[in-house]
């Protein structure tokens, strides 16, 4: 620790703060326009410059200067006053005084320094810059006339988000901040440039002439979209969420978000939201009242407690902690209905099932902010970066900050791929079960497994089951060298921490129970629990996921999950089916089949935001809140418990699940177990032993962490190669950076970019199949067919195909039937 004085204030931080730091810390602003705690000190804007008694004569920046012991700093003397008035003159010397017509008015540094310091007057006089603006971006608006080159978003893109669409081109007055061939921005659209622009140069299109900033209600709440689970805060005025507001103290991520969560909340006051309850009359919906669609179903519930076996119920992760839990005691206390599952059974099986058996717990035991602190991370597909895009910024950050070790296991190369150093695998479609197994199995011949291993139960019958995992008989099938995979096994098992990312969902159906306790396996060998950035992070699909998990919501006996239910609506034994926030129509495996069953089903309940294609098809609809709309909590993949706050007014007619499901019971004639989201959380507390001692006011802003203890074992699991078609493509599925399941069809931003379906093509496969970029083609399986739009790159191997699932037209489920691998032929 270093001890310096700092406006005559006593301070004492660690050796590796700056001066800004150390203000800071002790709550002493320096003003300052190029500086973001995540981005690497920059020290272009020359705001923070300050003084130091041991450096009389000059002033120098705070914000790049190190603190050092006896350090004696001055932060606002007459002289540092009138040189932060002269940097304001220089900025505004090309600067157009636009404020009015500005979107960033009252957000805006600049304006606020230039009044705090009463720069009212110039001493220089220039003409204004005439760059064109750049509207092309469905997204950004760059407008290089404000910039004032602070390179906040030229560093973000390269240091973070490291896609590089900025950077500085030309010399002198001519400098700007350019982009490739100084052409329109082109780029992943996740807005982190917007969010960290100090002027009015980079605006989010979106919330442009929306609302002045000083009129938003700032509201903390959850991203409502992936597991990562960001903290993020909404701008409300009118009752609508207008924007989202970046904080760079909120969460491990800073305020960073990703495409999804900075520009995808439109959904909340879209168009196309249900606005009232709708009941089937003859074949069409109509309008109806809360009392006569809650006493049609209350009705048929009712009939259907007599039998609880002919009923069942999907209800989504997406909803909060205390309406899941609320959800649970409905069905399977008040009507006694067993068959309760979430997102067709798969997909969280690599929890309920897979971590279960392996570690004794069914959450992971490592946590987000471990991939920064380890130094081997192996993870389980490309993917995991569109999956979870923020938690691809961390693997950025790891990678490029700290030097971890990136592999990667996957069936073809993507953004991870390009990092510094990152060693991918490329496998061939559906062999990462093979792949894991012949890694285990050079840990143990080459002796590498930790020394505890052999104590713990099921080392003997691991190591016999792997004898058919050489890695030279590995290598002929998963088309990975038997060189690599005892190179990846030897570095694996040797790294003081190594950590295992494993993304899971709908859409990555070989990521299920074998899989998970495959690499369960590995951790354990290695001895790679219980310590810091060491383990294994499964990240589940769902901004809930881990919380459905936690609180029981799936089905005890895995026969009676979801793909159960289906079959039984299929058979006519599920004669009543409520679903609460899910849409299995387009995310369930096998489209045909789904829409078969629930077609058979006596009385069909969906509780909604919109009329999905699932919605379409019930003789109830009941119209959702959505997340901006009610207070919870959600639990992230990292066991992170966040609170969510209410932020606007139901909708219409809307109401929240919670208020639904209370009402639904209290029409049965059902206890009340609960009547408010705080009662419920504190049942939870008092009955989810992982949440004990947890309280909503305990969580505050930041959230809490709860505990696991693993209980380790080995379990023997079976891999075979898939079976191939000769002459045909392997399809795989999987998500697109910019959609999170099927909800993001519902906000602008996604569909700005990403409207629609498409098949993606290796260049060689396109080349030999006359395909360019653009193309519609006809994707053809045993199953059906599909007519897309064909994307050419680079990342996909020959005979390998990739298309994403959360499209309701033209949906990836109308050919791919639940297989690890669709065998598909394309045509034009």
Same mark, same amino acid.
């Given at each position: 620790?270093?001890?310096?004085?700092?406006?005559?204030?006593?301070?004492?931080?660690?050796?590796?703060?700056?001066?800004?730091?150390?203000?800071?810390?002790?709550?002493?602003?320096?003003?300052?326009?190029?500086?973001?705690?995540?981005?690497?000190?920059?020290?272009?804007?020359?705001?923070?410059?300050?003084?130091?008694?041991?450096?009389?004569?000059?002033?120098?920046?705070?914000?790049?200067?190190?603190?050092?012991?006896?350090?004696?700093?001055?932060?606002?003397?007459?002289?540092?006053?009138?040189?932060?008035?002269?940097?304001?003159?220089?900025?505004?010397?090309?600067?157009?005084?636009?404020?009015?017509?500005?979107?960033?008015?009252?957000?805006?540094?600049?304006?606020?320094?230039?009044?705090?310091?009463?720069?009212?007057?110039?001493?220089?006089?220039?003409?204004?810059?005439?760059?064109?603006?750049?509207?092309?971006?469905?997204?950004?608006?760059?407008?290089?006339?404000?910039?004032?080159?602070?390179?906040?978003?030229?560093?973000?893109?390269?240091?973070?988000?490291?896609?590089?669409?900025?950077?500085?081109?030309?010399?002198?007055?001519?400098?700007?901040?350019?982009?490739?061939?100084?052409?329109?921005?082109?780029?992943?659209?996740?807005?982190?440039?917007?969010?960290?622009?100090?002027?009015?140069?980079?605006?989010?299109?979106?919330?442009?002439?929306?609302?002045?900033?000083?009129?938003?209600?700032?509201?903390?709440?959850?991203?409502?979209?992936?597991?990562?689970?960001?903290?993020?805060?909404?701008?409300?005025?009118?009752?609508?969420?207008?924007?989202?507001?970046?904080?760079?103290?909120?969460?491990?991520?800073?305020?960073?978000?990703?495409?999804?969560?900075?520009?995808?909340?439109?959904?909340?006051?879209?168009?196309?939201?249900?606005?009232?309850?709708?009941?089937?009359?003859?074949?069409?919906?109509?309008?109806?009242?809360?009392?006569?669609?809650?006493?049609?179903?209350?009705?048929?519930?009712?009939?259907?407690?007599?039998?609880?076996?002919?009923?069942?119920?999907?209800?989504?992760?997406?909803?909060?902690?205390?309406?899941?839990?609320?959800?649970?005691?409905?069905?399977?206390?008040?009507?006694?209905?067993?068959?309760?599952?979430?997102?067709?059974?798969?997909?969280?099986?690599?929890?309920?099932?897979?971590?279960?058996?392996?570690?004794?717990?069914?959450?992971?035991?490592?946590?987000?902010?471990?991939?920064?602190?380890?130094?081997?991370?192996?993870?389980?597909?490309?993917?995991?970066?569109?999956?979870?895009?923020?938690?691809?910024?961390?693997?950025?950050?790891?990678?490029?900050?700290?030097?971890?070790?990136?592999?990667?296991?996957?069936?073809?190369?993507?953004?991870?791929?390009?990092?510094?150093?990152?060693?991918?695998?490329?496998?061939?479609?559906?062999?990462?079960?093979?792949?894991?197994?012949?890694?285990?199995?050079?840990?143990?011949?080459?002796?590498?497994?930790?020394?505890?291993?052999?104590?713990?139960?099921?080392?003997?019958?691991?190591?016999?089951?792997?004898?058919?995992?050489?890695?030279?008989?590995?290598?002929?099938?998963?088309?990975?060298?038997?060189?690599?995979?005892?190179?990846?096994?030897?570095?694996?098992?040797?790294?003081?921490?190594?950590?295992?990312?494993?993304?899971?969902?709908?859409?990555?159906?070989?990521?299920? #129970?074998? +899989? =998970?306790? %495959?690499?369960?396996?590995?951790? /354990?060998? @290695?001895?790679?629990?219980? !310590?810091? *950035?060491?383990?294994?992070?499964?990240?589940?699909?769902?901004?809930?996921?881990?919380?459905?998990?936690?609180?029981?919501?799936?089905?005890?006996?895995?026969?009676?999950?979801?793909?159960?239910?289906?079959?039984?609506?299929?058979?006519?034994?599920?004669?009543?089916?409520?679903?609460?926030?899910?849409?299995?129509?387009?995310?369930?495996?096998?489209?045909?089949?789904?829409?078969?069953?629930?077609?058979?089903?006596?009385?069909?309940?969906?509780?909604?935001?919109?009329?999905?294609?699932?919605?379409?098809?019930?003789?109830?609809?009941?119209?959702?809140?959505?997340?901006?709309?009610?207070?919870?909590?959600?639990?992230?993949?990292?066991?992170?418990?966040?609170?969510?706050?209410?932020?606007? #007014?139901? +909708? =219409?007619? %809307?109401?929240?699940?919670?208020? /639904?499901? @209370?009402?639904?019971?209290? !029409?049965? *004639?059902?206890?009340?177990?609960?009547?408010?989201?705080?009662?419920?959380?504190?049942?939870?507390?008092?009955?989810?032993?992982?949440?004990?001692?947890?309280?909503?006011?305990?969580?505050?802003?930041?959230?809490?962490?709860?505990?696991?203890?693993?209980?380790?074992?080995?379990?023997?699991?079976?891999?075979?190669?898939?079976?191939?078609?000769?002459?045909?493509?392997?399809?795989?599925?999987?998500?697109?950076?910019?959609?999170?399941?099927?909800?993001?069809?519902?906000?602008?931003?996604?569909?700005?970019?990403?409207?629609?379906?498409?098949?993606?093509?290796?260049?060689?496969?396109?080349?030999?199949?006359?395909?360019?970029?653009?193309?519609?083609?006809?994707?053809?399986?045993?199953?059906?067919?599909?007519?897309?739009? %064909?994307?050419?790159?680079?990342?996909?191997?020959?005979?390998?195909?990739?298309?994403?699932?959360?499209?309701?037209?033209?949906?990836?489920?109308?050919?791919?039937?639940?297989?690890?691998?669709?065998?598909?032929?394309?045509?034009?």
């Amino acid at each position: 620790m270093v001890n310096l004085t700092v406006d005559d204030k006593q301070v004492t931080v660690p050796r590796d703060f700056t001066i800004f730091d150390a203000a800071k810390s002790v709550g002493i602003r320096i003003p300052i326009l190029c500086h973001d705690k995540k981005l690497h000190p920059f020290g272009g804007c020359r705001m923070c410059l300050v003084e130091v008694e041991q450096m009389k004569g000059r002033l120098i920046p705070a914000c790049t200067t190190p603190v050092s012991e006896g350090m004696i700093v001055r932060t606002t003397t007459d002289e540092i006053v009138k040189a932060r008035k002269l940097v304001l003159e220089l900025l505004l010397l090309k600067h157009p005084i636009d404020c009015p017509v500005c979107d960033a008015a009252g957000d805006c540094d600049l304006q606020n320094l230039t009044y705090e310091y009463k720069v009212n007057s110039n001493h220089f006089v220039d003409e204004k810059f005439a760059w064109p603006i750049d509207y092309e971006n469905p997204l950004l608006e760059r407008d290089q006339n404000r910039c004032i080159h602070c390179g906040k978003c030229s560093r973000i893109c390269d240091e973070i988000v490291s896609f590089g669409a900025y950077s500085f081109i030309n010399r002198g007055i001519e400098a700007k901040i350019g982009t490739p061939y100084d052409g329109k921005l082109d780029c992943e659209y996740c807005g982190s440039c917007v969010s960290v622009c100090p002027v009015g140069a980079l605006i989010a299109r979106p919330f442009k002439f929306k609302a002045r900033w000083w009129a938003l209600n700032k509201v903390k709440s959850v991203c409502s979209y992936c597991g990562t689970g960001c903290q993020l805060t909404l701008g409300v005025k009118d009752n609508q969420v207008m924007t989202t507001i970046y904080d760079e103290d909120q969460g491990f991520h800073n305020g960073q978000l990703c495409t999804r969560g900075r520009f995808a909340y439109q959904f909340v006051n879209s168009d196309q939201r249900l606005k009232t309850p709708l009941i089937r009359k003859g074949n069409s919906l109509v309008a109806a009242s809360w009392e006569e669609a809650l006493g049609v179903i209350a009705e048929r519930l009712q009939a259907a407690r007599q039998n609880p076996a002919s009923a069942a119920a999907l209800v989504s992760p997406r909803l909060t902690n205390e309406e899941l839990f609320l959800a649970k005691k409905f069905f399977g206390g008040a009507l006694g209905i067993e068959a309760v599952d979430h997102s067709a059974g798969y997909a969280h099986a690599a929890l309920t099932e897979g971590l279960k058996q392996s570690l004794g717990q069914t959450a992971s035991p490592s946590v987000i902010t471990d991939i920064q602190k380890t130094n081997l991370l192996l993870v389980i597909k490309t993917d995991a970066y569109e999956t979870h895009p923020v938690i691809g910024f961390e693997i950025n950050l790891g990678v490029k900050r700290k030097d971890v070790d990136l592999r990667i296991l996957s069936d073809k190369r993507g953004k991870l791929s390009k990092l510094p150093k990152a060693q991918t695998y490329v496998h061939k479609p559906g062999t990462e079960l093979l792949l894991v197994n012949a890694v285990a199995k050079a840990i143990i011949d080459a002796g590498l497994a930790d020394a505890s291993a052999q104590s713990i139960p099921g080392f003997e019958a691991l190591t016999a089951s792997l004898a058919e995992y050489a890695p030279e008989t590995v290598a002929a099938a998963c088309g990975v060298s038997a060189e690599e995979i005892k190179s990846l096994a030897a570095d694996y098992a040797k790294a003081e921490k190594a950590l295992i990312l494993l993304p899971i969902g709908l859409a990555y159906v070989g990521h299920g #129970k074998e +899989l =998970a306790q %495959a690499v369960a396996n590995l951790a /354990i060998l @290695t001895g790679k629990l219980g !310590k810091e *950035g060491s383990g294994l992070l499964v990240m589940a699909e769902k901004n809930n996921s881990q919380g459905a998990v936690d609180l029981g919501l799936y089905p005890a006996d895995p026969a009676k999950g979801a793909r159960a239910i289906l079959n039984g609506c299929a058979s006519g034994n599920v004669k009543t089916l409520y679903i609460a926030g899910e849409n299995p129509v387009v995310a369930y495996p096998d489209r045909k089949q789904v829409e078969s069953a629930l077609d058979k089903v006596e009385f069909l309940v969906v509780q909604d935001l919109f009329l999905t294609e699932t919605a379409r098809k019930a003789h109830v609809v009941l119209p959702a809140c959505s997340f901006a709309e009610k207070d919870g909590t959600f639990t992230s993949v990292g066991r992170a418990v966040q609170r969510v706050n209410r932020a606007i #007014k139901p +909708l =219409a007619e %809307a109401r929240s699940d919670f208020d /639904i499901f @209370t009402a639904l019971s209290a !029409k049965l *004639g059902a206890e009340q177990p609960f009547s408010t989201p705080a009662e419920a959380f504190a049942a939870i507390a008092a009955e989810v032993p992982a949440y004990a001692g947890l309280t909503l006011a305990g969580l505050g802003d930041a959230g809490a962490v709860y505990d696991v203890k693993c209980s380790p074992r080995f379990i023997v699991v079976k891999g075979s190669q898939p079976s191939t078609e000769s002459g045909k493509f392997a399809l795989v599925g999987g998500s697109a950076l910019y959609h999170n399941g099927t909800m993001s069809r519902f906000g602008e931003g996604p569909m700005h970019v990403c409207a629609d379906p498409y098949v993606e093509l290796g260049r060689e496969d396109a080349k030999a199949l006359s395909i360019v970029d653009g193309d519609l083609v006809t994707v053809k399986a045993a199953s059906g067919e599909l007519r897309l739009k %064909a994307r050419v790159g680079v990342r996909l191997p020959q005979g390998v195909v990739f298309a994403p699932y959360h499209f309701g037209e033209q949906s990836l489920n109308t050919i791919a039937t639940g297989s690890e691998v669709t065998w598909v032929s394309i045509s034009k």
